[in-house]
Nanobody
Framework: QVQLVESGGGLVQAGGSLRLACAAS????????MGWFRQAPGKEREFVST????????YYPDSVKGRFTISRDHAKNTVYLQMNNLNAEDTGVYYC????????????WGQGTQVTVSS
């Protein structure tokens, strides 16, 4: 099992920045990739970013490309999401998730951290 704990959410004005962190514990050697998702009130959960654990390749949807940066720290078993130039559409609960080796889906999820962008 892998446990994930997010931190770093909060209230920020439009145009501001936040950095989220997700600390993994447990059987972290089985992690092949980690990602961030978000869910706004009344909307479906949306993919935000992902990074491969070994090679560090990252992917973003167009909605956040150029504003968000995902990174990982092997020594701390932590993945970060640097969010710049935030706007009201970025508001939501941000979830960290992890894929196990050999799995194409995110099996492990954190509890989420709230991000609120005021306009």
């Amino acid at each position: 099992q892998v446990q994930l704990v997010e931190s770093g959410g909060g209230l920020v004005q439009a145009g501001g920045s936040l950095r989220l962190a997700c600390a993994a514990s447990g059987r972290t050697l089985m992690i092949s990739a980690m990602g961030w998702f978000r869910q706004a009130p009344g909307k479906e959960r949306e993919f935000v970013s992902t990074i491969t654990w070994s090679g560090g390749r990252s992917y973003y949807p167009d909605s956040v490309k150029g504003r968000f940066t995902i990174s990982r720290d092997h020594a701390k078993n932590t993945v970060y999401l640097q969010m710049n130039n935030l706007n009201a559409e970025d508001t939501g609960v941000y979830y960290c998730a992890a894929q196990g080796a050999g799995s194409g889906s995110y099996k492990y999820w954190g509890q989420g951290t709230q991000v609120t962008v005021s306009s």
